[in-house]
């Protein structure tokens, strides 16, 4: 808590230099945050003091590829939805920035939702489905993380992948409702 309380807020007066922040906060996520992701197994204090620090590392936008793989990582992992509300609450502003800050990623999201699938020719038509659904169940929640009609001019391209992967389930699955 005291790194992102305390010291990460006036790191730019103990560092003048940017290099030196960006060499800070490449250490702070190789022996921080990238042990408290692969070690995950449940909300604990240290996730929250760590979703705390990230977020007060967001606020330095020259920082952002320090961290930016491992968010990547765990927000397409399968790990990332099995949280509570105050973790989400985190994870929301977080998601946010980044989609913000860099664009190309909130339109890689939805590049991801396709019809086909040619790099693996051996998955089954549910198993696609089933990632098709989750790609949808990401991208829905940076929606949610978004501001009010944020996202209002992808909109178009968002009801052409929504529509495009309706028809797609119709013709080969059954959707069931439990």
Not at 65 to 70: A, D, L, M, T, V
Not at 111 to 120: D, E, F
Request: net charge positive; aromatic share 12%; with cysteine.
């Amino acid at each position: 808590m005291y790194i992102s309380n305390a010291v990460f807020p006036i790191i730019r007066k103990i560092f003048s230099d940017q290099e030196r922040i960006i060499n800070a906060c490449n250490n702070i996520n190789y022996y921080i945050i990238t042990n408290v992701f692969k070690n995950r197994n449940e909300e604990t204090v240290v996730l929250v003091v760590v979703l705390d620090l990230i977020i007060e590392m967001l606020k330095l936008t020259y920082t952002h590829r320090c961290y930016r793989k491992e968010i990547c990582d765990l927000f397409y992992s399968s790990k990332f939805y099995k949280m509570k509300l105050k973790i989400s609450s985190k994870w929301k502003v977080i998601m946010n920035t980044i989609i913000q800050s860099e664009s190309e990623k909130f339109n890689d999201l939805i590049s991801r939702i396709t019809l086909g699938s040619p790099t693996n020719i051996f998955i089954s038509r549910e198993q696609e489905l089933a990632n098709r659904a989750l790609m949808l169940r990401r991208l829905s929640y940076i929606i949610f993380s978004g501001e009010n009609d944020q996202y209002l001019q992808q909109l178009p391209i968002i009801q052409e992948k929504i529509v495009e992967l309706f028809k797609e389930s119709n013709n080969y699955t059954n959707i069931e409702v439990k």
